[in-house]
C-alpha cells in the first residue's frame, strides 16, 4: 500500500503553506517521522480510499521517534522558533506558524518511542504528563505508508489501532472512537483497499494487536458495553452527520462485516 506522487505532492504544497519549513525541518533529522490525528483522513480521502470525513481538524500532528538523545527533537523545536513560531503557553509541544494561512493553524510536535525503558525519558522530553501513552506506535511502524524522506504515515489499519488505544487509555476521548467507526464504515462501503489491509492484517506478528482487534470488533458485534459501548458515541455521531449516512443499529454488522474480511 503506497501514496500516490500526486497526493504527496499536494500535501507537501498544503503543509508548506500552513506550516513553512516544518517539513524540512523534521527531514534534517535521522530518525522517522510520523503524521498522525485527523490530518490522515483527508489524505485517505485525496487517495480514495474513502469517499469523505465527516470531522476537519486545523491543526497536524508529527511525532519523531526518540532513541535516547533528546537533541534530535529539540533541534526541530529551535528550528521552528528559528522560523517565527511561537510556542504555546499551555502545550509546550504546539508551535504556532509566525502567519495563519493554508489550512493548519497550529503543529503539534510530538515524539515516541516503542521502547518501553524510554518512555519516561520521552515524555520529559516534550513535557507531556503520565497519561500519555505511546501504545499502538509499533504497530504503526510495520508497513507505513511512505510520504517524504524520513516522514511516514500510518497505514488504515494502523490507524484504526492507534485511534483504539487513544480512546481505550482514555474514554473522554470520545472523538477517537467515532474516528475509527467511521473509518471502518467507510471502508466498509467500497472494495477498494480491502485486499491491501487483509495483506496488512495478515502480516501481523504480534498476537495482541490481532487480538485487541477481534475483542472490540466481538464487543460491538455483541453489544457487550463498554469500553466499545456504541452508545456512548451515538451522540456524537449524529452531530457529525454520521447516523444520516448509516443507520446506527445496522453498524454491529458492518463491524462483523469488517472484521470477517480481513481477519478469517
Known amino acids: 500500500m503506497k501514496l500516490e506522487k500526486t497526493t504527496i505532492d499536494l500535501w507537501k504544497i498544503k503543509f508548506e503553506e500552513s506550516l513553512p519549513g516544518l517539513l524540512d525541518a523534521i527531514q534534517t533529522q535521522r530518525s522517522d517521522a510520523f503524521l498522525i490525528g485527523a490530518s490522515i483522513f483527508d489524505i485517505y480521502v485525496t487517495e480514495k480510499w474513502i469517499d ?22 529539540n533541534s526541530i523545536c529551535k528550528k521552528l522558533l528559528n522560523l517565527g513560531y511561537q510556542k504555546d503557553d499551555k502545550h509546550p509541544y504546539r508551535y504556532h506558524p509566525k502567519l495563519k494561512q493554508g489550512i493548519y493553524t497550529y503543529v503539534d510536535l510530538l515524539t515516541f518511542t516503542t521502547n518501553p525503558e524510554l ?7 516534550m513535557s507531556v504528563g503520565e497519561g500519555f501513552n505511546f501504545e499502538g506506535m509499533d504497530f504503526a511502524k ?75 470488533c466481538d464487543y460491538i458485534e455483541n453489544d457487550k458495553g463498554r469500553p466499545w459501548d456504541l452508545d456512548d458515541i451515538k451522540v456524537e455521531m449524529d452531530s457529525r452527520g454520521l447516523l444520516r449516512e448509516f443507520e446506527f443499529k445496522e453498524i454491529p454488522q458492518t463491524v462483523e462485516f469488517f472484521r470477517s474480511k480481513l481477519f478469517t
Open 119 to 125: 518512555e519516561e525519558n520521552a515524555k520529559k522530553v
Open 142 to 216: 510495520k508497513l507505513p505508508l511512505h510520504f517524504e524522506e524520513n516522514v511516514f504515515l500510518p497505514n488504515p489499519l494502523a490507524l484504526i489501532y492507534l485511534k483504539m488505544k487513544s480512546y481505550y487509555h482514555n474514554p473522554d476521548r470520545r472523538k477517537d472512537f467515532v474516528d475509527l467507526m467511521e473509518l471502518i464504515l467507510r471502508i466498509s462501503t467500497t472494495d477498494k483497499i480491502f485486499n491491501e489491509l487483509k495483506s496488512i492484517a495478515a502480516s501481523v506478528s504480534t498476537e495482541h494487536v490481532k487480538s485487541d482487534f477481534l475483542k472490540m
Open 52 to 73: 469523505n470525513f465527516s470531522r476537519a481538524t486545523n491543526d497536524a500532528d508529527f511525532t519523531i521517534e526518540y532513541f535516547g538523545d533528546p537533541q534530535e527533537y
